[in-house]
C-alpha cells in the first residue's frame, strides 16, 4: 500500500503528511480517518500503522503537528527522552505545538481528508501527545467528525466524568501493566499482545461508528 507525500495549507504554513489510500473500497461512502502522532514524529512505525487502518477500508492521513519547526528528524523513539540535545529539544516542540494550534490546524486536515475521497464519516485516533488532540479536534469539528478514540490519555477519571456529564456514548478501558507507549511498535515499551489488543478495540469502535 502506497504512502502519497501531500503538502496542506494551514493557517500557519505548510504541513506534510502522508496519505494511506484503501486497498479496496466499500460501495457506499468511503470513511477517513486522522491519525494524531506522538511526540517523535511520522516515521515508519506510524506509517505501518496508518497503513494497517487503511487496509481495512479507510483513508487515513498522518499530519506532521510540528511542521512549524521545518525538517527536524524524526526524533528516535528509543533514545529522544533520554538523551541531550533531544530531550530539551522535543519537550520544547510539544510545548510550544498547542492544542489550539491544532485544533486548527484539524480543520485543514479535515479538508485534505476529503479531498483525498474519504466521502463518509471521519474519525481520529491519537497517541500519547497525539491522544488528547484527537479528542480536541472532535469537540471542535462535532459535525464533521464522528467518532475519536485516545490511547495514554492523562487524567482519564476526569475524562470520563466530563463526558458523562455531555452524555458522549464512550467507553474508557485501563490496559494494565501496560507502560506509556506501549501500542507503537517502535516504542522501547511496545507490548505486542497489548497493542494488539488495542488493534482490536480500535477497528471494531471504527466499524461501529464509521461504516
Same mark, same amino acid.
Given at each position: 500500500?502506497?504512502?502519497?507525500?501531500?503538502?496542506?495549507?494551514?493557517?500557519? $504554513?505548510?504541513?506534510?503528511?502522508?496519505?494511506?489510500?484503501?486497498?479496496?473500497?466499500?460501495?457506499?461512502?468511503?470513511?477517513?480517518?486522522?491519525?494524531?502522532?506522538?511526540?517523535?514524529?511520522?516515521?515508519?512505525?506510524?506509517?505501518?500503522?496508518?497503513?494497517?487502518?487503511?487496509?481495512? =477500508?479507510?483513508?487515513? *492521513?498522518?499530519?506532521?503537528?510540528?511542521?512549524?519547526?521545518?525538517?527536524? $528528524?524524526?526524533?528516535?523513539?528509543?533514545?529522544?527522552?533520554?538523551?541531550?540535545?533531544?530531550?530539551?529539544?522535543?519537550?520544547?516542540?510539544?510545548?510550544?505545538?498547542?492544542?489550539?494550534?491544532?485544533?486548527?490546524?484539524?480543520?485543514?486536515?479535515?479538508?485534505?481528508?476529503?479531498?483525498?475521497?474519504?466521502?463518509?464519516?471521519? $474519525?481520529?485516533?491519537?497517541?500519547?501527545? =497525539?491522544?488528547?488532540?484527537?479528542?480536541?479536534?472532535?469537540?471542535?469539528?462535532?459535525?464533521?467528525?464522528?467518532?475519536?478514540?485516545?490511547?495514554?490519555?492523562?487524567?482519564?477519571?476526569? *475524562?470520563?466524568?466530563?463526558?458523562?456529564?455531555?452524555?458522549?456514548?464512550?467507553?474508557?478501558?485501563?490496559?494494565? $501493566?501496560?507502560?506509556?507507549?506501549?501500542?507503537?511498535?517502535?516504542?522501547?515499551?511496545?507490548?505486542?499482545?497489548?497493542?494488539?489488543?488495542?488493534?482490536?478495540?480500535?477497528?471494531?469502535?471504527?466499524?461501529?461508528?464509521?461504516?
Amino acid at each position: 500500500m502506497a504512502k502519497q507525500e501531500i503538502a496542506i495549507k494551514t493557517q500557519d $504554513g505548510t504541513a506534510r503528511a502522508g496519505l494511506f489510500q484503501p486497498s479496496h473500497r466499500p460501495a457506499s461512502e468511503v470513511p477517513g480517518v486522522i491519525l494524531y502522532m506522538d511526540a517523535f514524529g511520522p516515521r515508519p512505525a506510524l506509517d505501518a500503522m496508518a497503513e494497517r487502518l487503511a487496509s481495512e =477500508g479507510y483513508v487515513v *492521513l498522518l499530519p506532521d503537528l510540528f511542521y512549524r519547526y521545518g525538517d527536524y $528528524g524524526p526524533f528516535d523513539a528509543q533514545t529522544a527522552f533520554s538523551e541531550e540535545p533531544s530531550r530539551t529539544a522535543l519537550r520544547g516542540m510539544i510545548g510550544d505545538t498547542t492544542q489550539d494550534m491544532t485544533r486548527r490546524d484539524s480543520a485543514a486536515f479535515l479538508d485534505a481528508l476529503t479531498q483525498a475521497g474519504a466521502t463518509g464519516r471521519i $474519525g481520529t485516533v491519537g497517541y500519547c501527545m =497525539g491522544g488528547s488532540r484527537a479528542i480536541n479536534a472532535a469537540a471542535a469539528y462535532p459535525d464533521r467528525i464522528a467518532a475519536a478514540a485516545s490511547f495514554q490519555p492523562e487524567q482519564s477519571a476526569v *475524562l470520563a466524568q466530563a463526558l458523562r456529564r455531555a452524555e458522549i456514548d464512550h467507553v474508557i478501558e485501563n490496559y494494565v $501493566g501496560m507502560a506509556h507507549g506501549w501500542a507503537v511498535p517502535d516504542s522501547r515499551v511496545y507490548d505486542a499482545r497489548g497493542a494488539e489488543r488495542h488493534w482490536k478495540r480500535l477497528l471494531t469502535f471504527f466499524d461501529e461508528t464509521l461504516r
